[in-house]
């Protein structure tokens, strides 16, 4: 997962001189700030996003409780 989504599509506010927002979802960048959950439920690319995220979850190997070194064992 990724600390910051930032690479999402942005369209130019025309009111605004420097500002932007997502091209799917119309939510202004300074509101996202780089958060996936900050855009809208039905934006395309935070589902696309979250896709990718959950099967990363899932393909990513788990420890168990005994791959975990233990405290009270003894050398």
Not at 20 to 25: M, S
Not at 50 to 74: C, G, I, M, N, Y
């Amino acid at each position: 997962m990724k600390p910051f989504y930032i690479d999402y599509p942005q369209e130019k506010i025309e009111e605004h001189q420097h500002a932007y927002r997502c091209l799917h979802c119309k939510i202004p960048t300074t509101i996202i700030f780089g958060l996936l959950e900050n855009h809208a439920e039905h934006c395309d690319y935070r589902i696309y996003q979250s896709k990718w995220t959950q099967l990363a979850v899932k393909l990513r190997p788990h420890k168990t409780h005994f791959d975990e070194p233990h405290v009270d064992e003894v050398d």
